[in-house]
């Protein structure tokens, strides 16, 4: 269980004007700014769910990830993870956490990557049995065998990224931190991870915490999430109210033969969007009209040969939200 | 045990990681024989011209000469951590702060394991040559088990002292953003005041006075001076019992120092 209260945190920022004398300027008196990248944050998290952790670049999410993961102490408010203050019990609060930083490594660079599991075994105290087993499980899922014996530095982008999950999975964590874990990966790996992560959180009960901007991720993964902006919570809902909420457009796209778009007498709500010989793209306000409507309405004056009703992507939801909240 | 074999794992895995640098391990072995002949040709120089005013005998000096270059990679002050550096650099070191250890004793392995894996490769071929050189270039052996068994101690005192004195440079890091500074000037002034440059013995007799007050008489040159028998044994016992005050006064202020500076730390980006 993550309980976050009013959690604090600003950081002061030395900022200048460009050139020459501003650099010299900046030698006798600095101008700080003091940026809130917490401000009094408040959410809490069940064990064995499975939050996305969204928001603009620099809302604050990384900065989150590092109070909860111990690494960063806030000026003030309250977090408890199992009842421990992550910065103030670090040690015993690491032992139930893994955490995958997308953009750093952890594993040693020139050796094999099963010389850096070996160290953090006895870094962990895993057990023999415990240790063996997830090793087999882990390399089992995420299909590391060839790679474990394989010196770091040599592996490819998607082939570290499965390690490090790895890694980070090893002592059995009750809760993983994933920040941006599919960053740079091609589609095989992305979805080798999703489905790694999924599984784990199913099978295991592990909570998941998952900050990520590929919104692909959120789709597969997640079902609540929460939308930071400013250093506030601005949004926690699941997924699909959120959809329901903000997605009422939907793109229908027409195909007939003898078309004349331009000519058709369209009802409130919907309207052309492009035109074609053989094809035509609406945009449909769903507030306003239904979808059977809008279908009925077009084929009462053309002939449909084919036709599909699309929701506008994820990205766009997540940028009209963030629109709403003005976060950017 | 369970508490220290977390360390001890972390030592044995950055000595393996040490010890794959054999290049660089023989170029150090000839650049150390070019640089120790050098020396004892020049202190040999010093001496002959009034040899009443030169403080230690020919085999003294050659002794003291050939145990420095043999030692050279434990207490090189030059030599910091990189990769710590780097970690604080660029934020990795928020790995290190994942792990359910403490990052003072980490360090201090990792310091400890690079710098013996380094002087594993060396020490021994050094020495060994050394032994069957000829008189006045040659190595010689301790003048009793007594003497022998003091160096040893005295010498892993100062290989701790000198990490626990570098402890501080590197964890200054997270203050200065930049160790190049710190390290120049640092590293210069200790290797001069630990008889790096010019034996102890040799300098001033006021200098050596003012040294005696700071931790570098301790470092390299003591246990380098028991061993080819310039200290007696009683001004060995109280050397190393000095040592030990110094490493009791460092070792808690580089602890202070992590507390404080992982108080402060903010590990930017992404």
């Known amino acids: 269980m993550i309980f976050v209260k009013d959690l604090c945190k600003t950081f002061r920022v030395a900022r200048r004007d460009g050139g020459m004398k501003n650099t010299l300027k900046s030698f006798f008196h600095r101008t700080y700014t003091e940026i809130p990248a917490l401000d009094h944050l408040n959410f809490s998290i069940e064990d064995g769910e499975m939050v996305g952790y969204i928001g603009p670049n620099g809302a604050g999410k990384s900065s989150t990830v590092k109070v909860l993961s111990g690494i960063l102490v806030p000026d003030s408010g309250t977090c408890t993870i199992d009842g421990r203050i992550p910065w103030k019990e670090r040690t015993a609060h690491v032992k139930e956490i893994g955490v995958v930083f997308g953009q750093r490594s952890q594993l040693w660079w020139d050796v094999p990557v099963i010389d850096t599991f070996l160290l953090l075994k006895d870094i962990f105290s895993i057990p023999d049995d415990v240790y063996k087993h997830n090793v087999d499980e882990l390399t089992d899922m995420l299909d590391l065998s060839q790679l474990l014996r394989t010196p770091t530095r040599q592996l490819s982008l998607g082939q570290r990224m499965r390690c490090e999950i790895a890694a980070s999975l090893l002592h059995d964590p009750k809760i993983l931190f994933l920040d941006e874990p599919t960053i740079g990966l091609d589609a095989v790996s992305k979805i080798a991870v999703r489905d790694f992560i999924k599984r784990r959180n199913r099978e295991r009960g592990t909570t998941v915490i998952l900050t990520t901007h590929d919104m692909q991720d959120i789709e597969a993964l997640t079902e609540r999430i929460l939308l930071i902006g400013h250093g506030k919570i601005l949004k926690d809902g699941s997924l699909s109210s959120l959809k329901e909420e903000f997605v009422t457009e939907r793109h229908m796209t027409v195909l007939s033969s003898n078309f004349k778009a331009d000519s058709l007498s369209l009802p409130q709500g919907i309207t052309l969007m492009e035109a074609h010989s053989d094809r035509a793209v609406f945009s449909l306000d769903t507030t306003v009209l239904s979808v059977s409507d809008a279908i009925s309405a077009i084929s009462s004056q053309t002939e449909i040969r084919d036709l599909s009703v699309d929701t506008p992507s994820l990205d766009t939801l997540i940028s009209k939200l963030y629109c709403r909240y003005e976060v950017l | ?270």
Not at chain 2, 172 to 182: A, D, K, Q, R
């Open chain 2, 1 to 270: 045990m369970a508490f220290l074999q977390k360390y001890l794992t972390f030592f044995k895995m950055r000595i393996r990681c040490g010890l794959q640098y054999r290049t660089a391990a023989l170029a150090g072995i000839a650049t150390q024989f070019c640089w120790g002949f050098m020396y004892i040709l020049l202190y040999h120089a010093f001496r002959n011209s009034d040899p009443a005013a030169y403080p230690m005998t020919a085999e003294q000096t050659a002794t003291y000469i050939w145990l420095q270059q043999a030692f050279l990679t434990l207490f090189a002050s030059w030599q910091l951590e990189n990769d710590l550096i780097a970690q604080i650099k660029d934020g990795t070191v928020a790995y290190d702060l994942c792990r359910p250890v403490s990052l003072y004793p980490m360090w201090f392995c990792k310091c400890m394991a690079s710098r013996l894996s380094r002087a594993m490769l060396r020490f021994l071929p050094i020495l060994l040559i050394c032994g069957f050189l000829p008189a006045g270039y040659r190595m010689c052996l301790p003048t009793s088990f007594l003497c022998l068994g003091l160096f040893l101690l005295s010498l892993t005192l100062a290989f701790l002292l000198t990490i626990a004195i570098l402890m501080p440079v590197h964890i200054s890091v997270f203050f200065l953003l930049n160790e190049s500074g710190i390290r120049s000037v640092f590293a210069n002034v200790m290797d001069f005041c630990c008889g790096g440059l010019i034996p102890i013995p040799l300098m001033p007799a006021a200098l050596q006075k003012f040294l005696s007050f700071t931790p570098f008489l301790y470092m390299q040159n003591t246990p380098y001076l028991i061993y080819n028998g310039y200290l007696p044994i009683s001004d060995a016992l109280r050397a190393i019992c000095i040592q030990l005050c110094w490493l009791v006064f460092f070792i808690p202020l580089g602890v202070w120092m992590m507390k404080k500076a992982l108080r402060r730390t903010v590990i930017q980006g992404g």
